[in-house]
């Protein structure tokens, strides 16, 4: 295994009441320390993972107001989302990338909030393949704009999508999104991604007890054979604000057995170390279904994945309670080594495994301050 090069003591670990501004301060001071260029690609954490996946959060907003993500007494109609000024430019990520890329980034998904509210994607995707086209490219998105968006998501280069969808029956699904959208004009949305030829199309549930269990089996039914794969996934605790409790979560392991049960499943390897799902196949050869168990199966040793807020602050995991801000340095006029150098100090110093804390210490975890999931993607 490579070695990683830090021999300093970590010091990026929040201490308890410290303020953000202090803690940016004592990364910028280590980043001036380190290493450029890197003496091993990728580079490697404290538990010596890799950085390889990064996820871009185009935008905080969001036209649906799904409980476990943005609940509607939280994210009302005098919620102060982001200006315009306060995010991230297209060209500003796409800066941005190329230096992920250099560190051995080659996965990146664009996410939200819902991304298709950020006008004139399509331009990004194109600006990203012009960085590198073997970027391994994708999109998740809740397709309520898919129908009009999917042609030119394609057209730009975009070949992996992933759609958000927790229900297939119109009652459950309006009740979920809390915006009383109706299912059909998602169906439309995949309808339009399949015909535009998109390689790859994901269909991502979130489960949570006494909502939408009774839509597990429906779901697979509807797209079994679609060559379309759905991915359960077990309600997380993302965020302070979606009323989170462990009762809550129908785990992975229910979730296969009620689904083998009606339509029997075999395991079959992850296509890549790291790779979040674990995998089943239908033993009838129709296809695959994918579980995410991140809370009764926590996967925190493999986790490569960086994410970029809109507002330019990085996170190193889906749980963190404060970012990392390299809005401010590209906007007072840093170059690309001192952008690459802070990106190298953060990642070094990562020390993060949170879904194993919150496993073995479920009150605690509960009261920590955590970044809500809008601002970061899923």
Known sequence: MLKNMMTEPIFLVPDAGESESILNARWQERARAVAYPPSTLPVLDQRQRPLRDLRISVTDRCNFRCTYCMPKNVFGRDHPFLSHSDMLTFEEIARLVKIFVRLGVHKIRLTGGEPLMRRHLENLIALLREVDDRIDLALTTNASMLAKKAKALR????????????????????????????????????????????????????????????????????????????????????????????????????????????????????????????????????????????????????????????????????????????????????????????IIALWQTRDDHYSEIRTGQTVFARRMKKIEMSYIGG
């Open 155 to 342: 057209d730009a280069g975009l070949r992996r999508i992933t759609i958000s969808l927790d229900a297939i029956d119109d009652e459950t699904f309006r009740r979920f999104n809390d915006v009383d959208f109706p299912l059909a004009r998602v169906l439309e949305g995949i309808d339009a991604a399949t015909a535009a030829g998109f390689q790859s199309i994901k269909i991502n549930t979130v489960v949570k007890r006494g909502v939408n269990e009774h839509t597990i089996l429906p779901l697979v039914k509807y797209f079994k054979g679609s060559g379309h794969i759905v991915r359960f996934i077990e309600f997380m605790d993302v965020g302070s604000t979606n009323g989170w409790r462990l009762d809550d979560v129908v785990s992975a392991a229910e979730i296969v057995r009620m689904i083998s049960a009606e339509y029997p499943l075999e395991p079959i390897e992850k296509n890549y170390h790291g790779e979040v799902a674990s995998r089943w196949r239908f033993k009838d050869g129709s296809g695959e279904i994918g579980v995410i168990a991140s809370v009764t199966q926590a996967f925190c040793r493999d986790c490569t994945r960086a994410r970029l807020a809109t507002n330019g602050k990085v996170f190193t995991c889906l749980f963190s309670g404060q970012g990392y801000d390299l809005r401010a340095l590209l906007r007072n006029g840093a170059d690309d080594e001192t952008l690459a150098r802070a």
